[in-house]
């Protein structure tokens, strides 16, 4: 099954689909270089920053393993309803990526020698609004 990564630098999302394993046992945190990604990011180094499972579960830092596991969550992360002193319990999973994962959100640390307008140029056209189609012509 494919990782759909995404690459996130300076407020620009570029993503990409890698069928690659390499990715399995790494944590959240973790640095890894752009070349292991891909051979166009050459010199680049990525910090995973969090994931989600094939069902839409979030990868939490703070749960140690790949498993699911139900925690008791207070206002922050995970949590749209802010009501005073609510704690809900809600299904993470681990900080260890697996065979599971379905989505890595990766951050740039450092950059190398292509820009990434230039690795993923197909990502960086303008999108043209499409026309209006012309009204009918009046009955006469």
């Known amino acids: 099954m494919p990782f759909k990564l995404n690459i996130s630098d ?12 390499f990715l399995i046992g ?7 270089h752009g070349k292991e990604i891909s051979s166009n990011l050459e010199g680049y180094e990525l910090e995973i920053t ?20 139900p925690l008791l969550l207070r206002k922050g992360w995970g949590m749209k ?4 002193g609510l704690r809900l319990r809600k299904t993470v999973r ?7 994962s379905s989505q890595i959100n990766l951050k740039v640390i450092k950059s190398g020698s292509k820009l990434l ?5 197909e990502q960086n056209q303008l999108k043209t609004p499409k026309a209006d ?8």
């Open 10 to 21: 300076k407020g620009k999302a570029w993503k990409l689909e890698i069928e690659s394993e």
């Open 26 to 32: 790494k944590s959240i945190g973790d640095i890894i």
């Open 50 to 69: 969090g994931a989600s499972d094939i069902a839409g579960f979030p990868h939490s830092k703070n749960v140690e393993g790949l498993g699911l596991k």
């Open 81 to 84: 309803d802010n009501r005073e």
């Open 94 to 100: 681990g900080k260890v990526l697996s065979q599971s």
């Open 117 to 121: 307008a230039e690795v993923f140029p």
């Open 133 to 140: 189609p012309a009204p009918p012509a009046p009955a006469a």
